[in-house]
C-alpha cells in the first residue's frame, strides 16, 4: 500500500514556476514508476509527466516538454515536477501517481493517487 500525499499547488501568473511535491509512504518507493496527471474543469485526466523507477528515464506530454521537468529522491520517497512557463491552459488539479515497476501514460494502469493540489494559472 501507498499513500500519496501532494503539495505545492497555488496561483501563479502566466511565465511564472511553481514545483509541486509529492511525499509517499511506504518503504518501497523505489519499486514504483511515478507519473504526475492533471484534470481542469469539464474534462478528463490527462497524463502529463512519468518518471522511471531510478529516474533514469522521464516521459512528457507534448505541450509540457521543454516547460515541466519530473524528477524523484527514492532517500526521501518524494518525486516532484518543476514547472516553467505556465500558461493559463496548464490551470488544472494536479495528481501524482504510482504504478509497480514500468511506467505509463495511462491513466488507468496506475495503482495508488494522491488527492491533487490545485495550480491556477493566471494570464
Known amino acids: 500500500q501507498v499513500q500519496l500525499v501532494e503539495s505545492g499547488g497555488r496561483l501563479v501568473q502566466a511565465g511564472g514556476s511553481l514545483r509541486l511535491s509529492c511525499a509517499a509512504s511506504?518503504?518501497?518507493?523505489?519499486?514504483?514508476?511515478m507519473g504526475w496527471f492533471r484534470q481542469a474543469p469539464g474534462k478528463e485526466r490527462e497524463f502529463v509527466a512519468a518518471?522511471?523507477?531510478?529516474?533514469?528515464?522521464?516521459y512528457y506530454k507534448d505541450s509540457v516538454k521543454g516547460r515541466f521537468t519530473i524528477s524523484r529522491d527514492n532517500a526521501k520517497n518524494t518525486v516532484y515536477l518543476q514547472m516553467g512557463s505556465l500558461k493559463p491552459e496548464d490551470t488544472a488539479v494536479y495528481y501524482c501517481?504510482?504504478?509497480?515497476?514500468?511506467?505509463?501514460?495511462?491513466?488507468?494502469?496506475?495503482?495508488?493517487w494522491g488527492q491533487g493540489t490545485q495550480v491556477t494559472v493566471s494570464s
Open positions: 518518471i522511471s523507477l531510478s529516474g533514469s528515464a522521464t
Open positions: 511506504g518503504r518501497t518507493f523505489s519499486s514504483y514508476t
Open positions: 501517481a504510482a504504478r509497480k515497476y514500468l511506467q505509463s501514460i495511462v491513466a488507468s494502469e496506475y495503482d495508488y
